[in-house]
């Protein structure tokens, strides 16, 4: 199905509650006088797969499509993400600040995490690296010791750790500048698996998260649970959205 359809639908359909099978076809007939019944099955399929549009009973439907996830890039990312992809050019490895998270908590943290992920046979050599050319805090897989006694108290803490083989990361380009940040499927079960290090959106304030998230963007669920059980968190995960958001996850939840 060509994109503009796609788009012009989504434009067409945005603000209606709901829409019926019938005007959905009339859509697609304005475009295509000549469309069979048994194209027209494949197209809502189609559209149910990309996640465009989503059965909300039996012939009626509502638009579920929303906007990938794209945070604003601060600029102590950016002088590290230099910095790093210039002395580890080849390796794997992602970036991001939790002031992201911001964007989804109900309140507003002034705590703020750098957390630095890489290859586990660069992890210490990274270390050295930063610390030698940055004033930040910086911790090497701190313990929950090092937690609760330095980074709590840090003004600017830099975490830096490995980075789990297989985890949903992107490529982002800013300033001239090629980087490594993690998906929003990565951020949301680093949130639920590493409780002491995000202390402070644990409970209620996860909730909103989780919910927030899945409002706003579009997720690949697959990529999110399929992270979530290398983590050993899949099926906790999963209990947790249906406990709290079974309304968001009930058609993706198993």
Known sequence: MPKIIENKLIEEFKDRDTFSREELFDFFRYFEPDLKEGTFGWRIYDLKNKNIIKSIQRGYYIISYRPKYKPEISG??????????????????CLWDTDWINEFSQHQSGKKLIIIEIEKDFVESLYYELKDSFRFDFYLNPDEKTIDFYISESQSPVIIKKLITRSPISKSTEKRTKFYTPLLEKILVDLFSEHKLFYFYQGVELIHVYENALKSYTLNYTKLFSYAKRRDREQDIKQFMTNNMYHLVKDVIE
């Open 76 to 93: 102590e990312i950016l002088k590290l993400a230099k910095v790093i992809s210039e002395r580890f050019e080849d390796v794997k490895y």
